[in-house]
Structure formats: structure tokens, C-alpha cells
């Protein structure tokens, strides 16, 4: 029995992207599927990738962060009702983490929301179908809007460079977007948004590229101008994610967790009486107390495995949690892991034994970030 | 630039089977991914598999095909809603293609329905998270119905031998099961739905697992009393389900065609009044006529590339449509394809230009399944 990476089999059920034949030339090493597209995840290997994210700057090819497009007179009510953060005083021109869930407070989905017009909403999501869930409510509800998925596919710009490279494609103006703000910007004339926000801690852009065709020029002009900043292809990588704290959705969060336990708390507007889904049941379950919560843990001992089921968190010959992402960082010399722990337990410093695939080893509960995991 | 199959990145994303290391002991060479969820696509070779398909049986891993269960007081009201097909009289037992549509006919699902109790129904799915459209659409017309998606994975039996191997595991009975209705059956005590139904044209069973550990033991079981019939590791087959005339939602079929485009029509019980969602699209839709249809076509020359494009079909000098699935058929001698075209152009027999990867080559429609194509 062999647990090595196996082939993807090519198929048009799994999309390509714009950027996809760039990809290709730039030697990705590995893909995987999100949201029925083609996601890359390796292209050097994943500390040379880790290493080069830090220190110079990254083409990502996100476009399977798909846009759920709400359009219409009620777009801003069912936009409301669909995220449990109080989104009623973004402007256009904001974006921000907006967790969407189940009438029971679990999480269908942790996107970013951006509002593009007065009365048009794009969730940029993460691996499920939310048009579905969106569809499904406004139909039902009788709500005006108009549901698509539009033909826009993110590229991300990341790394300590960004500012840099982009300055060079987009103009200057790009250095003064802020954190969490889009705002239309030109390449080649054609307008399209840009925001300050992406899948890493070390700061960056992502390019919502409405225009297939134009696509791929955009990626060869940054790649072009970006030969100075030792720019490189990328994608976001295990370590980092996992250094920064960032859980992903049907790896380390999935149906069965609230966003409270997905530890988004303070993306949820509990007391903004709003109408969203799932609010009320988050307000009980923070009256009540959780019982448990994601957390990061660091592991003892030397490199482990590559991680194929949750491994069981063991304190007092009781299973209390899982660990569910883990990996070596190279730079902070000891593994770091994240996972879900019986609230009881998450004290930073609380140790627990962890049943790696490798054997026993001490798991430590530890702040995240990680600490000295910050940018640079 | 490289059109070769890259790897796929190992993820817990992206969900192990009960089956995936027997599968990996069996020599798996490519996995797709389906409902977060991998699924096996190449074992000996494309081309092996096929002629091994036809002739003696397969064990499948296809626990992909999620199951959506609709269970309470309102599970046969929405079940009904939610499928253009006229189910009202299905008992128990007895499953059926049953199209799932949005409003305006538009195909968001192609799964198999079993009604499994009085009260209970699963959705057997393809590529979508029906489960979100459902759970949107109850909880926003207050529905009685709980949603879920139990810890059930298919593992099929298909191919002629497949009475035989199934008699041996779960006894004679299986040979008496009908075409689309399934059974409890026993292994090893406990008990678990059988069906004669399948993605292939070779006839064969789906096994409804209903217990993880269970999985692994039956796979094992079937292996060994398969060794006499040469019994092997199997998937979904490109060339038999072209052949067979089977189309892929999300290859062939997306959200972008109607349920009657897609050649679902006999599953489409446009004049049964019940309250399906999508009826009076599809129904309007029959009346002002269609506007194209899926078809099958032959490819001259000789063998195609593989596919990373819809391929345009072009009559007198227009586009009329594109070729989504193509392969060589080693049967048949020729390519055989399927994809969408005009509805002046559907006769069998109709030439068209149509621009693959490898040149201009003739496109002929064809009857599907393919003529020569049924079983053995």
C-alpha cells in the first residue's frame, strides 16, 4: 500500500483557470480541486515556496475563490441574512471576512464579502456551494435578486514585495489601497478590481480579473516586471497558513463546527441584531459556554508525516480534540499544527499527548500566529 | 508547457473513502476529485479497464456519490419539490434518476433518488452541494425535514459477472433484485441497501455502505470471491459511458443548460402537476421548442488528443455547438464524443466541421448509446 502523491486525472469537469497554461510553464508540481477547479499547491517544493513567500513576491492563481454575485433590490437584505457579521455599513469599496452559516450556527462557508455596487454583493468563497445555499433561500423567500457566478478569477499578488510589483503594473495608487479596501484600477486599459487581502500573512493584493483573455497578460506583464523583485509562481502554502493561523474550511472547520468554534468570533456581530442565519444559535451557544475551539498546537520531536486523518489530542487517557493540519516549519524549528480542543484545554502552554501516524509525541497548545511566525 | 497530468496534492480536503487503501493497494494510477470526495479513474489503463469492464466485473469505489437524506413529516413534499421527475409513487425500495433543476429549468443536479422510508428520502448525487439547495430552500419555507448527509458510501459491483460475484458475497437473492430498486441485504450480519443500478451499460449493483470499518472488509470480501469470475479494481470508464451515451454534469452538462437540453427528458414529468421547481420553465421551454440538445457524434481520423477544451462544432461556417467529451472507442474503431448542438442539426447522420486540439476533423451525430455499444 502506497500513500505517495497520486496523478489528478485531466478532466473538463475540473476547471482550468486563466492562468492555468502560465501555471503549467511555470512547472506547478501539484494541484489540488476547490470548488471544482484547478488549484495549484507546489511549484519548487513547499519550504523553497515558504521561503520565497516571506522574502520576495508570489503570482498565485486563486481563481477558484469563485464570486457568488447578489444583485438586485434585495441584495443587501439577503446578503445580511446569509453572513453573521454585521455588514450593514460597508461601503463599496470594503471587503471583509464574512462567515456564512446554517440556521444552527455551522459553518457553510468562511468568504470574504465584498460590496460592489449599492446593490451588488460578491462572496469570494471558499470549497462549497454557496450559490446553492443563497439560491435555494432567495427563491424560496421570494427576495429580488439575481444569483450568478460571474467570470471573474482572482489572482493574488503576495509577499513583502507586493507593494512593489503591483506599483509597477497598476501605478503607484496601489500602495495606498488599504487593508480590507478595493478599488478599481486599470491594466490596459480594461478596469478591474483590486484589494488589499489574500491567503497569507505576508501582505499582498488580490486582482479580481474579470476578463478571461486579459488574464493571462496580466500574469505575464507581472511576471515581466517583476524579474527585478525576484518574483516567482506560488501558492498558498501549508506552513505559512498554518504559522499565521489560518484554519481552512473542510479541512480543519467543516459542517459540524460552528463559527464560534471555528474560533471566527470576532467576525460574528453576535449582539448587531441583524437578520442573519444562524445568529440566535450562536448567541445560545456563547450564553451557554463552548466546549470546544479551534486552536494551534505545536508537536515535539523531530519532522511529522504527512497527515492522511485527524490524529487524535489525548489528555488523561481521554481523547479532548484533533489535530487536522500539521507540518514542519523550518524556520521556527518544530512542528506546528492546528486542530479543535475541548475548551477546558486551550490554555497556551496546556499539554496533550497527540497519536500521530508517527507515534505519540506532546502537542502544545500555542498562541496563533504562532509566535515569531508575524510577517518578516 | 506541459499538458501531462500532474499530481494531486494530498489534503484532508479533499475526503479519504472506507475503501481508499484498498484501492491504493490495488494499484490506482489517477483520482478525480467529486463531492470533496476522491474518486478512483484509472486503474490498469484506460483502454485495459474498458475491455476488463465489458467482459467479467469490477469493484468500484465510488462513495463520492454523496447521499443528501431528507427525512420528517415534509420529506415527501420537498423531495418532490425539489425533482422535476414525478416521484409521488415511488415505495419504498424503489430508486430513479431524478433531475434536480433551479427555477428556470436549469440543471443543478443529475443524482439518483431512493426512497428509503415512508418519511425518508437520499439523494444520490453528482458534483453539487444539493445539500445546501435543500437545506436553503426548507429552512426558508419552514419545512419539517432534517437534512443531513449520513456516513454512507456507494461501493459498485458492475459488469457481466456481476450477478455471480454478488451471489457469492450477499446469496442469491441479489440475482432477483429489479432493475432500479434496491433491498436490504446482509453482510456479515448487518444490514445494508442493494440496488441493480450503476454508471455503466454493463449492468451491476450499488452497495449503499452504511458502516466505515464494514467498508474495508467488504471490499475485501468481494476481491476474494471475485478471483474466479477475474474480478478487479474498477471506476467510471470514459470510453464505456460515451459509448453508453452517459453525459457528466459539469463536463458535458452545467448549470448553464435546462434539464430537456441535457436529453433528460424522459425524466421530466412535465404534465404530472406536481410542485417540482423548474416544471414551468421546462414546460414553457417544450412548448416554444428547443433551441439544442446534448448528442453523440463520431470523430473521424484517428485517435483524438485529450480534451482540455470544449472542441466548437461548425456548420457552414457558424458555430452550431461544441464536442464537451471525446475518446477513441477501440471497439468501435473510431472517436466517439458527446457535446451540445442546435436543434436544426440534432438527425442522426448530420455533418459538422468540428476544430479539435490535433485539426479540423468530421463530426457525426450519432444515435446514443452508440450503435454497437450495448452490452456485450
Known amino acids: 500500500m502506497s500513500f505517495a502523491e497520486p496523478l489528478i486525472a ?64 434585495d441584495a443587501a437584505k439577503l446578503a445580511q ?17 464574512a462567515p456564512v452559516c446554517d440556521d444552527d450556527g455551522l459553518l457553510i462557508n468562511d468568504p470574504v464579502l465584498l460590496r ?68 478599481p484600477m486599470r491594466f490596459k486599459g480594461h478596469e478591474m478590481f483590486v484589494a488589499r487581502s489574500g491567503w497569507s500573512a505576508q501582505g499582498g493584493f488580490e486582482i479580481y480579473v474579470n476578463d478571461w483573455q486579459l488574464g493571462g497578460e496580466l500574469y505575464d506583464a507581472l511576471t515581466a516586471a517583476g524579474e527585478k523583485y525576484d518574483v516567482g509562481p506560488g501558492c498558498p502554502n501549508l506552513i505559512e497558513r498554518i504559522e499565521a493561523g489560518l484554519l481552512t474550511y473542510g479541512t480543519d472547520v467543516t459542517r459540524k463546527h460552528t463559527a464560534l468554534e471555528a474560533g471566527l468570533a470576532k467576525y460574528c456581530s453576535l449582539d448587531a441584531g441583524t437578520d442573519a442565519i444562524g445568529l440566535e444559535a450562536l448567541r445560545v451557544q456563547r450564553d451557554r459556554g463552548l466546549t470546544r475551539r479551534g486552536c494551534g498546537f505545536t508537536i515535539s ?5 504527512a497527515q492522511r486523518d485527524p490524529w487524535p489530542l489525548i489528555i488523561g487517557g481521554k481523547q479532548v480534540g484533533s489535530v487536522t493540519s500539521a507540518v514542519w516549519s523550518p524556520r521556527l524549528n518544530t512542528n506546528v499544527s492546528l486542530g479543535m480542543i475541548a475548551i477546558d484545554h486551550v490554555a497556551p502552554g496546556t499539554k496533550a499527548m497527540v497519536v500521530t501516524s508517527a507515534g505519540e509525541r506532546i502537542a502544545t497548545v500555542s498562541e496563533v500566529p504562532f509566535p515569531g511566525a508575524a510577517q518578516r
Open 116 to 183: 460592489v455596487a449599492a446593490d451588488c454583493y460578491w462572496f469570494s468563497i471558499s470549497d462549497s456551494d454557496v450559490m446553492l445555499w443563497a439560491g435555494g433561500i432567495a427563491r424560496s423567500l421570494g427576495l429580488d435578486v439575481e444569483i450568478s457566478e460571474p467570470d471573474v478569477n482572482p489572482l493574488a499578488v503576495q509577499g513583502p514585495l507586493a507593494n512593489d510589483l503591483m506599483a509597477e503594473v497598476f501605478g503607484a495608487a496601489v500602495r495606498e489601497i488599504k487593508f480590507f479596501r478595493f478599488v
Open 81 to 97: 441574512m446569509l453572513t453573521v457579521r454585521d455588514i450593514r455599513k460597508y461601503d463599496v469599496g470594503r471587503c471583509g471576512y
Open 301 to 305: 520531536g523531530q519532522r511529522v508525516p
Open 10 to 73: 485531466r478532466s473538463r469537469r475540473l476547471r482550468n483557470t486563466p492562468f492555468t497554461t502560465r501555471v503549467e510553464a511555470s512547472g506547478v508540481q501539484a494541484y489540488t480541486v476547490y470548488n471544482h477547479m484547478l488549484l495549484p499547491t507546489r511549484f519548487r517544493g513547499l519550504e523553497e515556496d515558504y521561503w520565497h513567500l516571506r522574502k520576495s513576491v508570489q503570482i498565485w492563481d486563486v481563481a477558484c475563490e469563485r464570486q457568488v454575485q447578489i444583485k438586485g433590490p
